[in-house]
Every structure is written in structure tokens, then in C-alpha cells.
């Protein structure tokens, strides 16, 4: 599902990324682990594509990164993104949010998503009508509406109490059993309970 | 939908757009129906009753022109015309009044003015516009420094002439130290307008002969009135380009986190572009609806005005209806393009940066 090949990545002459090399299969449940400044970030942001590497060569979902041609729609349709931050928009509606990053014949499946989350009751209410353990379900139903081949996420239960972050690791778990493969990073240890395999990382290096 | 959501989620930044869009519009609404308003009344002026117009050879403006009138004698002889008649436009202190127009007329052409009190002008006398008359309260006046008794009161359908002061043409050509300001001849068959142009011109050196339609079309006062509102609009617009630009900036800056959420969504550039577009466009055109109701309102108004004495007049046309609609589509279009390009640049990787750990 994913093939890292000697990825290595600079910020100006800052190399925070060194040759990192890994494979990762369909329907894994990878934890990213290590401490703040060690590239757990970047590593995730290359592999969602919002980042370029320096160097070295990825392939997602059988296709180069490089050779996509339109990497926005292919984000769109096979991958799926929470962050530590729920990063609702504000103004639009539960519902909205998730139609939002729907793609088009996704939109009639949203009430079933939101039922299945158990968040069916929240659909009309804004971001900040609802609790911080709400919004990042709604953001994994946000991640989860295109039934994406990979979900990324970044400290996802940062933000959350110990029942909360429990819901959304479950939430995580329960979209690994219908076959997407899921990478969280996460300083939360408790992610390893989920987790099929554990890839450290130190310095830049796996 | 999103567009309008987001417009209602940032009511202040929304209503400093709208407002400055509305100003702009409404500048340019008002500068060039005002210019429309003074071309419309003066082309109505020469245009009634002439076909026909004799000015001075080489002179740029009828204020300046001096025409001898006995040329109107050979003139009325010319089988294809029906009448002439002379004119001296001026303009002159008439008591408290720092400037007001002297309109010196034939008497043939009296009938122009429609009477609303008292009766034509006789040498040493001068009839009131309707207008200036609220100003003016005594039977005497004078203007530049001699005194005229007030004969009359008119009204008439051209704004400004309702602030003047008609008189005899002999009287204003006394005042103004010449024969006629312009001719105007009326024909008797159109198509006999550019024969009789070539007769007349054969009968002076010292006259330029034009049908009024040609000179309307070529006066430069009309041409320098045109341009000065043609630039006052064009910095109107350039305004509310820059407004528009500056206050996007603003939202823009403000909302990054929402685009870098949008690309992380696998929403394209050409997405949020055309959501900003649209924004923009939304309220521009609310503002456009609001600044048309606001000029037609001022320019009913201005007639109205006394301090004015009619001479402000505006015509708002549905072509410039039309071309202020696809100025502000453009001025809306230009203002949110470089912050739309720029909020399409958003890096979604902030979303993670924000949250490192």
C-alpha cells in the first residue's frame, strides 16, 4: 500500500528526514512513535502528500507520487486526514463539514457515516456547538466519507480525554476492519493497543 | 453556499467589501450620469429648434464665439429654411448670486421659455428661470453693474436654463460685446440639412457651419466633459480595486487555516479561487443593487437642490446602468484575483505544523 525508498527531507540546511526506508501493507494499523522533533511530523506529511520530499521515492496505492497527475483529486479520493486539531471549518455545519471533502457520489452516504459514529443527532450543529470529543469524530467521518485507502493522523487524541481518545481509537480500528490502512503518529502509547505494527522514529531515522 | 456562509461569518470584513464597492459604484454611477445630465441639456438646448448650427470660425467654445447676426436676413431667404434664430450664451454675477447663465435671445425664439408670470423681455428687461427666481425677490437686478427690470418668470424642460436669466438679444450682445454666440437654423425637409450647410457656409469667411448633430458629436466641451468623468470614474474604480484587494488580503490572511483545511481536504486551487470569486461577486453585486438605488435616489434629488439652481442635472441611461454592472464585475473579478491566487497557495501543511509535536 505504501513503499517509502530512501526518503530523505531538508527544511533549508536542516536535513530532518535521513534515508528512511519502509513498507507498509493494505490493512495495517501502523503507529508512528518517537519524541517531539523527530520527524514524525514531516514523515507523515510526505506520506499524505501534502509535503514533497527532498529526495528519494514513495508510491501510494501502487502509483509513484511523482506520476500522479492530479495529486489534489487523488488526495481526495484515497486518502483521509485527521489532525490533533479537529480543523473544522467554523462556519459550515457537521454536515456540511463532511460534504465538504465528500466527493460527489459519496454525499448520499453521509446520514449512514454520521449514524455509524454515532453523531447522526449532531449533523446540523456548528464546530462550536459540540465538544472537543464530537468535533474529532466528526473529523474522522470527514477522513473516513471516500472511503479512502489510507487514513493519516496526526496526534489524533492529542487533544482528548482518555474516553474520548478511546472512541476515536476505536473509530480507527473499526475502519481498519473494512480494509483501510491506518497511520497514526501519536506520542499516546495507548495507540500501540490498536496498533499491528510499530515503526520508531529517532532523529530523522526509522 | 459556502460563499455565503462564509460572508456571514465575517460580517465586519464583509461590510468593509461591500461598503467600498458601494462607494466606487456609486462615484462612478453619479460622475458620469451628472457628465450625461450637462451634455444631455446643452445637446437639448442647441438641438431644439436647429437643425442648423453657425458659431465662429476656429473658436473651441460657443462662450467665445461672435457670429454677426445680419447674416440671418440672407439666411431666412434660402428657400429649405424654415426659421433661425440668434443666441448669446453667457454667464455673469447677477446680484448676491456669485454666477448665473445669460441666456440673450431673438425674439422668435421667446416662446422657448414658457411663461409662468408676466410677459416677454423689451430692451432693459430680463425674464427670471424658475430656479434663480427663488432667489432673486425684487422687481430690479443687476448684472454687471446695470440695472434690468424683471419683465417675467419661465419654466423650462432644460434644467439649467431654469437657473438663468433670458433677455433681449441686443440687450445681452451690449453685455457681452458681441453681434451672436451661435445661429441656429431650422430646416424645412431633413434631407435638405447638408445642402443648406454648404450654402450658408458659402456666405462668410468668418463662419464655421455644422448640422447640430455633427457639432454635439465634435464639441469639445462635451469631449473634455466626457474624458474628465471618464478619469474621475476610472480613479473610482482604481479605488475600489484597491479596496476590494486590500480587504481580501485581510480575509484572506485570516481565514489560511480554513484553505490549508480545504487542500488537505484534496480540494483543488481552482476551488477556493472560485469560492473567493464568488464572495466577492456576491457582494459586489449586493452593492451594485444597493449604489443604483442609492444614485437614483441623489439624482432625483439634485434638481431639486436650490443651491444648484438646476444646473446639476443627472441621467442615468441603461447603457451606463450596463457598463457600471461590468465595471464592478470586473473591478470584483481583478480585486479578489491576486487574493484568491494567494489563498489557493495555501501549503495544507501549516494544519501540521500548527499541531507538531
Redesign the interface.
Known sequence: MIKVSNLSHFYGAEQVLFDVSFEIKEGEFIFLSGD?GSG??TL??IL?T??KPSSGELLLANSRVEDIK?I??????N?G?V???H??????SVY?NIA??AIDSKKPKIEKLLQDLGISSLSSRYPNEISGGQRQRVALA?ALINEPKIIFA??PT?SLDSANSKIVYELLANALKNGTTVVVAS?DMHTQNYATKTLKMLDGRI | ??AL??L??NPFKSTLIFSSITIAVMAIFLISSVSQGIIGMYSKMIKTDGDIIITQKGISDTFFSNVDVSIMSKINTMPDVRSSYAMIVGASPVEHIPIAGIYGVSSNHFKHYKLTRGRYPKSGEVILGKNISNQIKSQMLKIGNKPYRISGLYESDIGFEEGGVVMNLKDAGVLFSRSSSYILVSVKLPNATDTLVQKISTLSDEIEVKTTKSFIQEYNQFKIIEKSSLVISSLAFLMGLMGITSIMSMIVNSRK??F??????????LFIMKNLFFETLIMSFSAYVFALILSLGILATLPHIEMLQGYVNGSLSFTTALYVLVSTICMALLGSLMPAWIASKT???L???????
Open positions: 517531539s514524525k511530523s507523515l506529511s499524505s501534502l509535503l492530479n489534489d483529486v487523488f488526495r481526495q479520493e486518502i486526514f489532525f490533533q486539531f480543523y473544522l471549518i467554523n462556519y459550515l456540511e465538504l471533502a470527514r496526526d496526534e492529542g506520542h | 453556499m459556502i456562509k462564509a456571514k461569518k487555516e480554513e490549508g483545511i480545504m487542500r488537505a481536504l484534496g480540494k483543488t486551487r501549503d495544507p501543511i494544519l501540521i505544523n500548527q499541531g507538531c509535536s
